[in-house]
């Protein structure tokens, strides 16, 4: 499956953002989805991760309540709503596939789209 990322941007702390990942490939509704960023000098974080269904999300303390995950099989488009957004936010974007099983390490993920970029700033 191959992966693109798009939607990142400038937005000033407290703002919101809506990153969408657009997929092809006949396998998307079978992978388990997950965002991941990484901001420069720093190893990539999972952020957020939904099942194949979608019936299942998860995500890190770090950003729960805030963020987001969805998904559209359909459209074979994941997407991630960002709300009170803060300048720690401030990294490259990326969505991954993985298997059947939602995973929150970088190794478990076959996948990547490239990054989009999201600064937080005022």
């Known amino acids: 499956v191959q992966l693109q990322a798009f939607g990142g941007g400038l937005v000033q702390p407290g703002g919101s953002l809506r990153l969408s990942c657009a997929a092809s490939?006949?396998?998307?509704?079978?992978?388990?989805m997950a965002w991941f960023r990484q901001a420069p000098g720093k190893e990539r974080e999972f952020v957020a991760g939904?099942?194949?269904?979608?019936?299942?999300?998860y995500y890190p303390d770090s950003v729960k309540g805030r963020f987001t995950i969805s998904r559209d099989n359909a459209k074979k488009t994941v997407f991630l709503q960002m709300n009170n957004l803060k300048p720690e936010d401030t990294a490259a974007y990326y969505c991954a596939a993985t298997g059947t099983y939602l995973y929150t390490e970088v190794s478990f993920y076959n996948y990547w789209g490239q990054g989009t970029l999201v600064t937080v700033s005022s």
């Open positions: 490939g006949s396998t998307f509704s079978s992978y388990a």
């Open positions: 939904i099942n194949w269904s979608g019936r299942s999300t």
